[in-house]
């Protein structure tokens, strides 16, 4: 039996989950597809995928599994034009920061006997820091030693959430079951805010009075606190994902200009005794916060709130995932 996976999207998502899957090419068929043939023939070439389907229809037709590695702004438009093509019994996963309002967009374009589960990946500790991006910081340990969150609507099929458990063991990361409003807020902290304040920090300085000195000095500090929009490709599936997840985005940015207006407080009063344990309460949650990031501390945190289905699922079955060992007597 092969089981056909079929990647839309080949950046540095898309690609790592193809080359984390390699070695168990066997008995997987990873088909690709991107919108850049030329991403599409470099995965090909890197051993990301076993073969570029150009044509979206023909790329799902006989996909088991279709995972949408997109822009969030292009997952929708994706969906509606793969949705009659794909056969019954097809789980789609995407890998979107904002799930809530993917899953309404699969209730209605995905033909009944066909099923949706989001994924959202957690990147190896270990790469936070590079500065590439698309499929050149494309990774087969990508996710080794994280959290994949898996979150399936309360009707989802339990074969496609197991088959998103055990696809998760597949790439080397930890299954965690999450709500999609739970994990839509976490993402608006953690994703989306640090790059709406670098944009904002952006805006903030460059052409003011000063900045053509400025840009000349501009250090470690300027660079680092607007990389996270200069890494992104894409400016339209920002201003969508904040859009979409406008609460969210509203309430952790109404929450960074209350921190920043009490940095301000403390400057506007001279207050240093309160601005350095401000800062220092901040450094240490930040040194904190990425030891036990390195560590790995974080992922056993939480149990999975969703129960995983006993039976085994088309993974389990090829590969033997889950299977436990006899006790010796």
Known sequence: MTVQISIIGLGQIGASIGLALKEKKELLRRVGNDKELGTARLAEKMDAVDRVDINLP??????DLVILSLPFDQIRETMQIIGQDLKEGCVVMDTGPVKEVVAVWAKVLLREGRHYVGLTPVINAA?????????????????KGGLIAIVAPPDTDSAAIKMAADLTRLLGATPLFADPLEVDGLMASTY???QLVS????????????????RKIAGRPYAEGTAPIGLLRDVQSLSAMALLNRENALRMLDSAIAALNAIRGDIERNDHESLGERLSRARSGREKWWKGRLNGEYIN?????????????MFSRLFGIGKRTKSKP
């Open 58 to 63: 023909n790329t799902v037709r006989e996909a």
């Open 192 to 194: 989306l805010l640090p």
């Open 127 to 143: 790469y936070l820091h590079e500065m590439t991006s698309g499929i050149e910081a494309a990774r087969p340990d990508l996710f």
């Open 301 to 313: 945190d939480s149990a999975p709130h969703l129960d995983i289905p006993e039976t085994p699922g």
């Open 199 to 214: 944009a904002a920090l952006l805006n903030a300085t460059m052409d003011q009075p000063g900045w053509r000195e400025g």
